[in-house]
């Protein structure tokens, strides 16, 4: 699974490599992204600006928003057949930003943090699936889930998930394509070789703590 990321990078990098807009005044460096807070997210509705939607599908149909916490993460292999994702995957793509990803390798009784990034550190995008949800009182959410898969040979050291990574040339094809079978060839592990991870502080327990002590 993927339950904790950082995205940690100046809006300026943010505009060149995504080729979007960022609202300054609204963006800042985050080190630490948790479940049911508002996150950078980029759209197949509106891939020219980076917007901010809850970590956690609400699916449209859904009762109340409480369902969200529990759909931080869609399973790739699966994700034309779950009613709470299909409908998305068809029609509500998304790209997460993300600079590393946060996951525990089981040591004895302990659990150690490890944080995993590119071995340049450069930002890359998880594919992810949105939706509105409108409340019984007319608020309006937009919320996402951040698709995983099999692990790849780096990952098995340290847990049998993994966030889907998009190779930089499909980020357009993820959000723009019709097609089921060109969607789901997309969704493989990303390549170990071009990755590392290193342990991390057991700071990034805690969703409050959202500072560059966290990456340490």
């Known amino acids: 699974m993927c339950g904790r990321y950082s995205f940690a990078v100046l809006d300026a990098l943010i505009k060149e490599r995504f080729n979007v807009s960022v609202r300054s005044a609204v963006w800042k460096a985050r080190y630490n992204c948790s479940p049911t807070q508002d996150l950078a997210v980029i759209t197949n509705s509106n891939p020219d600006e980076l917007q901010f939607f809850r970590w956690g599908l609400i699916p449209s149909w859904a009762k109340d928003a409480e369902i969200g916490s529990r759909m931080i993460n869609a399973r790739s292999e699966t994700i034309t057949e779950k009613p709470s994702f299909k409908a998305a995957f068809r029609a509500h793509r998304c790209l997460v930003p993300a600079d590393g990803f946060y996951e525990w390798k089981?040591?004895?009784?302990?659990?150690?943090?490890?944080?995993?990034?590119?071995?340049?550190?450069?930002?890359?995008?998880?594919?992810?699936?949105?939706?509105?949800?409108?409340?019984?009182?007319?608020?309006?959410?937009?919320?996402?889930?951040?698709?995983?898969?099999?692990?790849?040979?780096?990952?098995?050291?340290?847990?049998?998930?993994?966030?889907?990574?998009?190779?930089?040339?499909?980020?357009?094809?993820?959000?723009?394509?019709?097609?089921?079978?060109?969607?789901?060839?997309?969704?493989?592990?990303?390549?170990?070789?071009?990755?590392?991870?290193?342990?991390?502080?057991?700071l990034v327990n805690n969703p409050k703590v959202d500072t560059p002590e966290v990456l340490k």
């Open 106 to 202: 089981r040591e004895g009784k302990d659990k150690i943090p490890h944080r995993i990034t590119m071995k340049d550190g450069s930002p890359f995008a998880m594919a992810g699936i949105w939706d509105k949800w409108v409340s019984p009182d007319g608020e309006i959410i937009h919320s996402f889930s951040i698709l995983t898969t099999s692990p790849n040979e780096l990952m098995k050291e340290i847990h049998d998930r993994m966030p889907v990574i998009l190779h930089r040339q499909h980020e357009k094809t993820w959000l723009a394509c019709t097609s089921d079978a060109e969607l789901l060839g997309l969704l493989g592990p990303y390549p170990a070789s071009e990755m590392k991870s290193y342990p991390v502080s057991k």
